[in-house]
């Protein structure tokens, strides 16, 4: 094991389970060395009008089952095979030979925390610590709203917007290509702990809204369950 890779995933270990999925979901990574699609969470017409019933059927049933599908294979000819997705994710690199792994391990840890970070009617606003927190990193929630927005709108092309928490504590906001995820530290210029995520691939939202990306983009923030956010937030506090 290389020096680095040891050093993240004993940082990793200190994580649990808690900050991938929450309690709630039940999300099971890893059996007989295959990773599985989690359960959806909500009848897939949940989230209207805000996203319709069959972008959410195609982008659960075919995008994501087909993540998970391509990642089993990548694994099947990897050293990595066995390792959970946190450890995967973290010791990727920039290569040609990563790459199946990065695109479709990238895809399922994206999407497996966006169904969990989306719910019916969304939820209030975040708990008393983590919104101090906001407001203390953005000066206010409205400022940090606008900052995400804004950031999920200009990403070019395919990809990730996300809040994360730095290992200095701080949040910030990113963005990524492709399914590229924060925690990629060989990889992504700014690593950090994703909190929250929204996909900005056209898969997400262009049924419904077209190249009207900013319109998915706002209704999108009326859906985020901020319990879960929240919880996230005070699991990715405590790694060293
Ligand atoms: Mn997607």
Known sequence: MKRREFITNTALATLGTSLLFSPLSGFSLASNDEFKLPDFLYP???????????????HYEKHHAGYVKNLNAALQTSHLKGKSLLNILSTLENTESDLALRNNGGGHYNHTQ???????????????????????????????SRLFIEKATKHFGSGWAWLCLHENKKLF??????????????????????????????????????NKRSEYIVNFMKLINWDIISKRYTAALKTK
């Open 44 to 58: 897939y017409d949940a989230l209207e009008p805000f996203i319709d019933k069959k972008t959410m059927q195609t």
């Open 114 to 144: 966006f169904w969990e970070t989306m719910t019916p009617g969304g939820s209030p606003k975040p708990s008393m610590d983590f919104l101090a927190a906001i407001i203390k990193d953005f000066n206010s929630f409205d400022q940090f």
């Open 173 to 210: 906001i990113s963005s990524t290509p492709n399914q590229d995820n924060p925690l990629m530290r060989g990889i992504v210029s700014e690593f950090g702990i994703p909190l929250l995520g929204i996909d900005v691939w056209e898969h997400a939202y262009y049924l419904q809204y077209q």
